[in-house]
């Protein structure tokens, strides 16, 4: 199978390679927006004769390059048009035996002059762009969005799927690398408490280059926040409130004057959920017990707040620093209470006991760095150097009161000493995270390029584990030793790469090479058991691509990634998640690799694209969760490398601008995943097709009114130990705009079809389970923004564009 489909990749991509286009003379030159330097797609451009005839036409790429091609000699005319920016016209371009390819250049459209109104549509993109080896969701226009989390934005990101327990998945792998503007950061413990109004876009690298790290199977999502770069004071306030008590509002200021820029920002809210469900565990081996139900009702709420600021300064026209820096604090509270049932082979409900818990705790962060740029000369030759430190430190509790009863209803006294009446468990976790990164690229000429970098991750840990219970007959409650523990973690990963790109038989080819040293050492202070691990890895990258004009092109790109232990599946210590279930650290784990292959096809259809990709994954040394049920009843979780799997599919993605009012973006995705079942445990066999689907329409009405619908759905997700069932999410908003689009109003409804919620069958050792549960996701929200202050889009001698573009240094 695995060779059949190498050889259909490889076949699909040769057949072009050397299609070739006969010519005479040509126009070419590249669109931009003349301040960020941003590629603009879709860019019209006119060929016209002397005598003001049309000759020819075409639209930029999605680099905003553009070729026309096959022209007599002669005298042209070129015309320009992009919505929201002045027209671009160059007369006098001769063609002729001296000069028979005219490349026009590197055109900056600019807008100065433009009213409000029109400034406005500048920024108004596709919701779905493709860029390189990037996937783009833009999401600052996205009437939906307002008001809501980060969270439930990707729920319908292209490729992206949100489970239960809020995992971010990429073709159903939840093995994915986050970054915020390019870089790691802790801001936000749960990306629920993240308002989707400080984003601008989300990228989705599902095969990245060596440049960036290279932790993440499944690929990197990065999420781009907003940044003003216009001139003078402005600002942004939002409001908006759900129906079901969810509330978020803040402010961003921005101030730009000469040299000097700077920037704050300070947000709060509120979340709430309600969670009710049942789960249901037959025993497979026990004569004495057959199953036990619980049914359990949850309320969560949280309140947070988050403020950010930046400080830049170009020091000469080709130097540039950033000073940043974020504070959060977020506080959370989730009161249970969940029946558990214990039922003869017969069904005779033979005991029960209630278990109400309070759970508590508080998440916070103290983050920032240094930026710093050097261009070195005009072509792209630059330096670009960061260092960031965050603090994060958590503090939770949860404290059980269990109430137990015979068949007949009756309280009963348990029997069994791991059997609590009531339990505090707390924990603190000191976090400690620096950063290094260096990213260097020296353009060599037109096609050639070469770029090299550092990056130096060092990770401290430090978690204190405390479990007490009450002793009924001194009434004082007692440490439990078995279930308390203190645990230190260090992490150290030190890696370089190159990346060399070039030209070669009319193909792209784009190769690196990224190598990681990694020192991991954990110490459990209360058992006196360490480990440690030392080794190092490396990771190839390849692109070939081959445009066949400015519309159209074909991909292939390989690339070998890592998905290394977390600290918690680490550690030797046993944790109690009820009275009839375990969890347990594995120190023996390894990290688990991924060879990636992916062949994408971009065709532009005008300014709608149709994006076919085909990929296949294979993955070794599988990390899951083995979960076993002993002679007690008790279920017992751990970690272990289970051998290999494999993906593959194929994803369909396609967006654009329909009509002149109407835009509309899909993806369908569909795969096929399966464990090798000669290296799962005995008795496991996990293999089965997945698929998902997410479309969006965005209607543009007459007064500046925007209508948007969007339908997500998320097939069966199959693990090596059962399979999630698939859910799926109808949603619509409508906006309105005021005062020049300064002032805007919107409307928005989740989960219309009331379908939040997840069904999970798992199959273990001894034992399976069926877990039903239901969310309270469905919420009306009312959204308020207004932005204020100066708009005077000018170009300044700042390179703060470059990184907002092309964020900071990603390694």
């Not at 939840?174 to 629920?192: A, E, H, M, P, W």
């Not at 300064?313 to 558990?340: A, L, P, Q, R």
């Amino acid at each position: 199978m695995t060779n059949r489909f190498f050889l259909l990749i490889f076949t699909l991509v040769l057949i072009p390679l050397y299609t070739t286009h006969a010519q005479s003379a040509s126009i070419s030159g590249k669109v931009s927006d003349a301040i960020t330097g941003e590629p603009l797609i879709g860019a019209s451009i006119r060929l016209l004769d002397s005598n003001d005839g049309f000759i020819n036409g075409t639209v930029s790429d999605i680099s905003g390059n553009f070729e026309i091609s096959s022209l007599d000699f002669g005298v042209y005319t070129i015309e320009i048009e992009y919505i929201g920016y002045n027209d671009f016209i160059k007369n006098g371009i001769k063609l002729d035996l001296e000069n028979p390819n005219f490349n026009i250049g590197n055109i900056g459209m600019n807008t100065e002059g433009l009213s409000t109104e029109e400034i406005e549509v500048i920024t108004e993109k596709p919701n779905v762009e493709i860029s390189g080896e990037k996937f783009i969701y833009n999401i600052d226009k996205n009437v939906v969005a307002k008001g809501e989390s980060v969270l439930d934005v990707l729920r319908r990101t292209p490729l992206i799927s949100v489970d239960e327990n809020d995992n971010v998945s990429i073709r159903g792998n939840s093995s994915v690398k986050i970054l915020i503007d390019g870089r790691d950061t802790k801001s936000f413990n749960n990306l629920s408490q993240m308002p989707a109004d400080l984003l601008k876009k989300v990228e989705v690298i599902t095969n990245p280059s060596a440049k960036y790290e290279s932790e993440g199977i499944a690929g990197i999502l990065n999420l781009i926040m907003k940044k003003d770069e216009n001139i003078g004071t402005n600002g942004n306030l939002n409001l908006s409130y759900g129906t079901r008590d969810i509330f978020n509002g803040g402010m961003d200021f921005n101030f730009n004057k000469n040299e000097f820029g700077a920037s704050a920002m300070f947000y709060t809210g509120q979340w709430y959920n309600n969670l009710t469900g049942t789960n249901t565990r037959t025993n497979l081996f026990n004569d004495s017990l057959a199953n036990i139900v619980g049914e359990v009702n949850a309320f969560n709420r949280s309140n947070w707040y988050f403020g950010g600021l930046n400080l830049d300064y170009n020091i000469t026209e080709n130097t540039y620093i950033e000073i940043f820096s974020e504070y959060t604090n977020s506080h959370w509270k989730y009161d249970s209470k969940t029946v558990t049932e214990n039922f003869s082979p017969s069904n005779e409900l033979l005991s029960y006991f209630d278990n109400n818990s309070k759970h508590s705790g508080t998440w916070k962060n103290i983050s920032g760095g240094i930026f710093f740029y050097k261009k070195l000369n005009d072509n792209g030759h630059d330096l670009n150097v960061q260092v960031s430190v965050n603090i994060p430190q958590t503090d939770r509790s949860n404290h059980s009161f269990r109430y137990y009863f015979d068949g007949n209803g009756n309280s009963v006294t348990p029997q069994n000493p791991s059997d609590r009446i009531q339990v505090i468990d707390s924990w603190n976790v000191n976090f400690r995270d620096i950063i290094s990164t260096i990213d260097y690229q020296l353009p060599i000429n037109e096609t050639d390029k070469f770029e090299a970098g550092y990056r130096g991750a060092i990770k401290r840990i430090e978690a204190n584990y405390l479990s007490r219970y009450l002793e009924p007959q001194t009434g004082a409650f007692v440490t439990d030793a078995n279930l308390s523990n203190d645990y230190d973690y260090d992490n150290n990963v030190q890696a370089l790469y190159s990346v060399f790109t070039t030209e070669l038989l009319h193909l792209g080819v784009k190769a690196g090479l990224r190598v990681e040293h990694t020192i991991s050492d954990g110490n459990n202070r209360t058992s006196g058991e360490t480990f440690k691990k030392n080794y190092t890895d490396f990771f190839p990258t390849l692109s070939i691509s081959k445009k066949f004009n400015f519309a159209e092109e074909i991909r292939l790109s390989y690339s070998r990634r890592i998905n290394r232990p977390q600290d918690w599946q680490l550690n030797p210590f046993t944790t109690q998640t009820s009275p009839q279930s375990y969890n347990r650290g594995n120190p023996e784990l390894n990290p688990e690799y991924t060879n990636s292959i992916e062949l994408s096809y971009l065709k532009f259809f005008g300014t709608f694209s149709v994006t076919p990709t085909i990929f296949y994954r294979q993955k070794t040394d599988n990390i899951s969760n083995i979960t076993t049920l002993t002679d007690s009843n008790v279920t017992y979780t751990t970690f272990e490398n289970i051998g290999k799997s494999s993906d593959y599919g194929i994803d369909f993605i396609m967006g654009g601008r329909l009509f002149e009012i109407v835009s509309l973006n899909g993806t369908l995705s569909y795969y096929r995943r399966e464990f090798n079942k000669e290296t799962l445990p005995p008795g496991l066999d996990a293999r089965g097709y997945q698929w998902s689907a997410n479309i969006s329409s965005s209607i543009t009405l007459p007064e500046d009114f925007r209508v948007q619908v969007f339908y997500n759905y998320q097939g069966d997700n199959v693990t090596p130990m059962g399979k999630m069932t698939g859910f799926h999410n109808l949603g619509a908003g409508i906006s309105k705009g005021f005062l020049g689009n300064k002032l805007n109003v919107s409307l928005s409804a989740r989960d219309i079809l009331n379908e939040g919620g997840f069904n999970w069958e798992m199959n273990g050792y001894g034992f399976t389970s069926n877990t039903d549960n239901k969310f309270s996701m469905q919420n009306l929200n009312l959204s308020v923004s207004y932005n204020f202050g100066e708009i005077k889009n000018k170009e300044k001698p700042r390179r703060k564009t470059e990184k907002t573009t092309a964020p900071p240094p990603q390694n």
